[in-house]
């Protein structure tokens, strides 16, 4: 029986008197299927999670990807829960902070230093901040779709943004070599940093991988041109090489962003750095009310640990695979065509087709209402929880949701 959403229905109209728009922001129903989803969560374990009408869903989202373990894990949630009983947020600093960024500047071939806060966008603006002292120019060169938070630079809503805050801003098509080069020339010393996401993961369009080269040539016009090369590894941080993604594709940025799978859904961000920007770093003035809470720097090395202890990035591909090999099979077998880009572990797939998503929308609200959480148009992400159960168990509610979608747009 496909699956009904009152209580959340009834909590979401509770919540629009209260909060503007009832639940804001990446989470808000609109951008999902309204009336196909839950919008409410009652628990999660594992690669699962039950919304507040009882539904239970294998989750291919991961909380937008924080959630890499799986769900209420229990080595990393008993680190936390250990060092909270010995204060949260204190006066002064844990050696923890020394134990994490020892850890990561051992693990990460990029780092010479760390430095820790609490969201992506925190460590996305510092880097920012650190390219425009490093150089002591204005300009920053992001590529068109893609994103790095909600600060005024680089929010993708217009609203309450002014001209001056994005009028150092440049925009680029991702991968495109040659127009990042026409701007540098253009643009002659006034580049402080390029900050681009490993690869390309925009939402509403398929994800890119760098051609050959791209990465190495970028690098040697960073350094030709004294331009920061910043990476945005919020997003695929720890899910494809727990050394970065800069590692993964081989070649090392000046400062590389993490967040979101870092502790297993724990509020932690971190910025790392090379030697050459160490200076500018401690010259900089950063820090957040939250910033050196001990319990998620617990968290953080305790799923590094296990990170690493399972090939947590082995998992992700393994799975990823089987769920993108099992679709593409199951599509054909329909008459449908998908295309899946991405890396298996973040896997984005949309219909040949079609530009509007319509059968994206289609098909992810009857998996939806078939126990299977999927997004029309973000990229998933596959934890080290799923299954081989799982998937095959999602493949059998993909099927149906394909037939679906062939009976209402026949192909
Ligand atoms: C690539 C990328 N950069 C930056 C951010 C911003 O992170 P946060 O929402 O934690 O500020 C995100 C969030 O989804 C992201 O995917």
């Known amino acids: ?47 699962h999670f039950w919304d507040v009408d009882g539904n239970e869903y294998i989750d291919y989202i991961c909380a937008y990807g924080p959630m890499i373990l799986g769900y209420a894990h229990e080595k990393v949630d008993e680190a936390f829960a250990k060092q ?4 949260t947020s204190c006066t002064i600093a844990s050696p923890l902070m020394i134990e994490l960024a020892e850890r990561i500047v051992n693990l990460n071939e990029c780092a010479d230093w760390a430095l820790f806060a609490k969201n992506g966008a925190d460590t996305t603006s510092l880097a920012v901040v650190l390219a425009r002292a490093h150089t002591r120019r204005k300009k920053i060169v992001l590529a068109k779709g893609g994103y790095h938070g909600v600060q005024p630079w680089c929010v993708p809503s217009l609203v309450g943004v002014i001209p001056e805050d994005r009028q150092h801003i440049i925009m680029v098509e991702w991968g495109d070599l040659d127009e990042f080069k026409e701007v540098v020339k253009s643009y002659k010393d006034q580049i402080a940093g390029a900050l681009f996401t ?41 899910r494809l090489d727990l050394k970065g993604s800069g590692h993964y594709f081989g070649f090392k940025p000046d400062i590389a962003c993490y967040c979101k799978a870092i502790a297993n859904g724990y509020s932690i961000s971190a910025i790392v750095g090379t030697e050459k920007l160490r200076l500018t770093a401690a010259k900089a003035y950063t820090t957040g009310s939250y910033w050196f809470n001990s319990p998620e720097m617990a968290a953080a090395l305790a799923c590094i640990d296990e990170m690493e202890r399972i090939d947590a990035p082995a998992i992700l591909r393994e799975r990823g695979m089987a769920l993108t090999n099992g679709l593409k099979e199951l599509a054909g077998a329909h008459g449908l065509q998908v295309t899946i880009s991405g890396p298996p572990a973040i896997p984005f797939m949309s219909f040949s087709n079609e530009e509007d998503f319509m059968r994206s929308q289609v098909f992810c609200a009857e998996c939806s209402k078939n126990g299977v959480y999927f997004h029309p148009h973000h990229n998933w992400f596959i934890s080290a929880a799923h299954t081989e159960e799982d998937i095959k168990k999602t493949l059998d509610v993909a099927d149906k949701a394909f037939k679906v979608v062939k009976n209402q747009f026949g192909g």
Request: hydrophobic residues 40%; contains cysteine; aromatic residues 14%.
């Open 1 to 47: 029986m496909a699956y009904t959403f009152e209580k959340s229905k009834e909590l979401f109209a509770r919540a629009a008197k209260v909060i503007p728009q009832g639940v804001y922001g990446h989470l808000t129903p609109v951008i999902t299927v309204p009336g196909a989803y839950p919008y409410f969560i009652k628990k999660a374990k594992g690669a």
């Open 84 to 87: 909270a009983k010995d204060g």
């Open 198 to 238: 490993p690869y390309h993961h925009p939402a509403f369009g398929d994800s890119e991988l760098p051609k050959p080269g791209f990465w190495a040539e970028m690098r040697r016009i960073c350094d030709d041109n004294g331009i920061v090369l910043i990476i945005d590894d919020v997003r695929a941080g720890w």
